[in-house]
């Protein structure tokens, strides 16, 4: 398949509101992203964490690809510097979702090394248009008729540890479309995380009024966490934190709820419980 019949089956796909219908594996993306290990026996496991964000990614930018409006194709440069050009294959925004939606269209493995450094060069030029855009308003789908490991790798490195929301579909020499999870994860085989190898620092509170229903509370506590988990990630830290309940509370615990991080994770200046 040449690289404009390429083009011109998507684009007819998008108009006629048909390519999340016939694409097939929408499924197995949702077996993916639901079948998360739930085992008491395990703290945090690699391999659970990174291959479900690729499914999540995908089913994330499939529900903001309704009404999609074209913006621009290959022949038309999205560079706000008319002395630079960067030209998407497709570009589309979706009214209904507030979101802008790139196509990078590839159709041999040639093509593969250059993928990951057009969408990020892709999404820092979008900034430049919508400057108060969150990386959840920006969604990649990236068809191609091949996926080597170099693209693999590339594509999962962008969408699980760079966050970036990323559909990948594979074209069949039938222009049957199906959805590409990257398979570029070697799993670690983890067991049991040993307590003396996490170092946490604990922050518990007491609320003014002690009738306040524990709802509210544990409403309070993921709005804390969002926060801290804010701020980790623009200081390019990682790692987990845990909002819990103490049922010993009022007769072994002087502590309703609190909320548990990694030590490396928190601020010099934060007064926290070194555990």
Known sequence: MLEQELQDFIEDLIGRGELVNITTGWDDAKTIAADRQQ?????????????HRAAEAALAVKDRLGQLVPVANSHASISLDRSQTLFTDLL??????????????????????????????YEQEL???????????????????????LLDHSLLSL???????????????????????????????????????????????????????????GALMNGVLE???????????????????????????????GLTEPFSSWSDDVDGQRI
């Open 39 to 51: 085992s008491g026996e395990f703290l945090l496991l690699l391999d659970d964490l990174v291959v």
């Open 92 to 121: 589309y925004v979706s009214p209904s979702t507030g979101t802008v939606v790139v196509f990078e269209l590839k159709r041999s493995r040639k093509s593969a090394r250059e993928t990951a450094t057009e969408l990020i060069a």
């Open 127 to 149: 900034r430049n248009h919508l400057h108060f855009a969150a990386r959840t308003d920006i969604c990649f789908v990236v068809v191609s008729t091949d996926y080597s490991p």
């Open 159 to 217: 969408t699980a540890w760079h966050g970036l929301r990323i559909l990948c579909l594979k074209v069949e020499p039938d222009k049957q479309l199906s959805v590409h999870i990257p398979e570029a994860w070697t799993s670690l085989g983890q067991s049991l995380i040993p307590a003396r190898h996490v170092d946490t620092t604990t922050l518990t509170f007491v609320p003014h009024n002690p009738d306040v229903p524990l709802d509210r509370l």
């Open 227 to 257: 926060i801290i988990a804010r701020e980790a990630d623009r200081n390019g830290a990682t790692g987990f934190g845990i909002a819990w309940e103490d049922t010993r509370y009022l007769t072994g615990s002087r502590h309703q709820i």
